[in-house]
Structure formats: C-alpha cells, structure tokens
C-alpha cells in the first residue's frame, strides 16, 4: 500500500511558476513510476507528465513541454513537477500518481495509487 501526499498548489498569476510536490509512503517508493495528472472543472482527469522509476525517463503531454519538469527523489521518496510560464488554461486540480508496474503510462487505468489532488488557479 502506498499513501501520496501532494503539496504546492495556489493562486499565481499568468507567467508565474509553482512546484508541485508528492510524498510518498513506503519502502517500494523507488520501483514505481510517477505521474502527474490534472482535472479541470467539467473536464476527465488528464495525463500531463510521467517519470520512470529510477528516474531516466521523462515524458509530458505536448501542452506543457518546455514549461513543466517532473523530477523525483528517491531517497526522500518524492516527486515533483516544476511548473513555469503558467497560463490560465493551466488551472485544475493536479494530482500525483503511482503505477507499480513502472509503465510510466499517459492513462490514468495504468496508476494504482492516486493522492488527493492539489488545486491550482492560474490568473489572466
């Protein structure tokens, strides 16, 4: 079993940045693979980025390449997501997932373990 813990979400104006952070329960935390996912108002949950995990992969959906980072500790059994240059099209819960079969997958049926979500408002 494995508990995540997002924090970091908040108001911020356009252009600004956050980091999101996942902390995970567990001693299995550095077998996973992460995911970072968002849900707007009327909208299903969507993938935005995925880290193997030991670390070596990253990928992200094709809207926030370039101003999104996701990163993880294994040590500290943490993720993050680096969120620069935010646009109000930005704004959702975001929520941090894990998949124990580090498939590092853009579809939420691949994640076994989800944390509560973290709002984050983006203000034009």
């Known amino acids: 079993q494995v508990q995540l813990v997002e924090s970091g979400g908040g108001l911020v104006q356009a252009g600004g940045s956050l980091r999101l952070s996942c902390a995970a329960s567990?001693?299995?935390?550095?077998?996973?693979?992460m995911g970072w996912f968002r849900q707007a108002p009327g909208k299903e949950r969507a993938f935005v980025a995925a880290?193997?995990?030991?670390?070596?992969?990253?990928h992200y959906v094709d809207s926030v390449k370039g101003r999104f980072t996701i990163s993880r500790d294994n040590a500290n059994n943490t993720v993050a997501l680096q969120m620069n240059s935010l646009k109000p099209e930005d704004t959702a819960v975001y929520y941090c997932?894990?998949?124990?079969?580090?498939?590092?997958?853009?579809?939420?049926?691949?994640?076994?373990?989800w944390g509560q979500g973290t709002q984050v408002t983006v203000s034009s």
């Open positions: 880290i193997s995990a030991s670390g070596g992969y990253a």
């Open positions: 997932a894990a998949d124990p079969y580090n498939r590092y997958s853009v579809a939420t049926q691949a994640y076994v373990y």
């Open positions: 567990g001693r299995t935390f550095s077998t996973y693979s």
